[in-house]
C-alpha cells in the first residue's frame, strides 16, 4: 500500500504535521539541547505554541479528566485483562487508555507547576 512504511504510520503523521518526514527522523536542524523534547513538551507546545503556559491554559488542563463512561469502560477493559478474556482489539484500547492517561498526568503535573509558580510570582 503506497505511503504506508515498516514503522507505522509516521506517512499519515507527517502529512498531518504538515513538515517532511525528515523532520521526524531526527533529521530537523532544531536544536534540541534547548527544546523539551519528551511527548509533555511537544503536546505542551502544541496547547500553548506561542511560549510558556498561562495560568489559564495550565487551570484548563488540571481539570481535564475522562467521562464515568471512560472511567468504566477501562475498568472493564482491565478486569478483562486480568481475567484472560481480552481481545487484540480491546488489548489496544486499554494501550490507548493508558497512553493517553499517562500523557494527561504529565501535562496536568506541568499545569499544576505552572500554578505554583504564578502564585509564588503574585
Known amino acids: 500500500m503506497k505511503g504506508v ?7 499519515a503523521i ?3 504535521l504538515l513538515v517532511p518526514i525528515t523532520s521526524c ?23 500553548h505554541p506561542h511560549g510558556k503556559m498561562t495560568s489559564a491554559v495550565a487551570r484548563h488542563i488540571v481539570r481535564l479528566g ?3 463512561e471512560e472511567r468504566t469502560r477501562m475498568h472493564e477493559l482491565v478486569e478483562k485483562n486480568q481475567s484472560g478474556s481480552m481481545s487484540p ?19 496536568q503535573s506541568r499545569a499544576r507547576q505552572v500554578i ?5 510570582v503574585s
Open 89 to 107: 482489539e480491546e488489548a489496544s484500547e486499554l494501550d490507548n487508555y493508558c497512553h493517553v492517561g499517562s500523557m494527561l498526568s504529565m501535562l
Open 14 to 16: 507527517s502529512h498531518f
Open 5 to 11: 512504511n515498516p514503522i507505522g504510520q509516521r506517512d
Open 25 to 47: 527522523t531526527g533529521l530537523s536542524s532544531m536544536n534540541n539541547a534547548t527544546r523539551d523534547t519528551t511527548e509533555a513538551g511537544i503536546w505542551e507546545r502544541l496547547i
Open 116 to 120: 505554583k509558580l504564578r502564585r509564588r
Open 66 to 68: 475522562f467521562t464515568d
